[in-house]
């Protein structure tokens, strides 16, 4: 069973652009899930995504944004591009019925510059 | 009151050692408490999880260890083996949503 894919891999941007992450969740699975990892700061809650509806927000600015397409997958968008926002973009994904044991993709990295 | 506070930062521990890691939490409504691993280059993996109702919970040579009235849990890893070096992540979340808050991750090295 294939387990969540993310694209791209890696993902170079200048300071002002725009990125866009991609993340295929595991069969079966409807919700969806979004973290930043950046150096140094743990894991943080970015989006959740379950039936095509946003579920809930981390405390990122609005420039961070996303959408569940109607087969499950996710797209995360992020605007106006900082150096700061340069880490690991982290997708998950669960049943609905289980939705505490989420499991992750290997990520994308974003780097801005 | 959402954070959940995870230590040591780093451990080195000798192969055979144990290996222990401990998370504390401020919010009462958690009651899933899992831990990750992530290897270099790879997405976290759940390696093993426990709810409150119960005080210890043990798969192979990893052991979650819960204290309720200190909000407190740990993570005991028995004899260590080099191919446990990793980052290990505690985690928690409650009744009101599927948001997991992580501590802030260990890095463990195993020496052989």
């Known amino acids: 069973e294939a387990g969540v894919t993310q694209s791209p891999t890696h993902l170079i941007k200048t300071r002002g652009q725009q990125a866009t992450l991609r993340c295929s969740p595991i069969s079966g699975h409807t919700s969806v899930y979004w973290y930043q990892q950046a150096l140094g700061l743990g894991l943080q809650f970015l989006l959740w995504?379950?039936?095509?509806?946003?579920?809930n927000r981390g405390n990122f600015p609005p420039r961070f944004s996303g959408r569940q397409f109607p087969n499950y997958s996710s797209e995360l968008n992020v605007n106006a591009l900082e150096l700061e926002d340069s880490a690991l973009y982290l997708c998950a994904s669960s049943l609905e019925d289980s939705r505490r044991t989420i499991y992750f993709g290997e990520g994308s990295w974003l780097t801005v510059v | 009151q959402q954070q959940v506070k995870q230590s040591p930062q780093s451990l080195i521990v000798q192969k055979g050692g144990i290996s222990i890691i401990n998370c504390a939490y401020e919010n009462t409504a958690f009651d899933y408490f899992p831990w990750y691993q992530q290897f270099p280059g790879k997405g976290p993996a759940l390696l093993i999880a426990?709810?409150?109702?119960?005080s210890e919970k043990k798969e192979g040579r990893f052991t979650i260890s819960f204290n309720k009235s200190a909000k407190q849990f740990s993570l005991h890893i028995m004899d260590s083996q080099p191919g446990d070096s990793a980052t290990y992540f505690c985690?928690?979340?409650?009744?009101?949503?599927?948001?997991?808050?992580f501590g802030e991750g260990t890095q463990l090295t195993v020496n052989p």
């Open positions: 426990i709810r409150p109702d119960v």
């Open positions: 995504y379950d039936e095509g509806e946003e579920r």
């Open positions: 985690a928690a979340s409650g009744t009101s949503g599927s948001r997991l808050t």
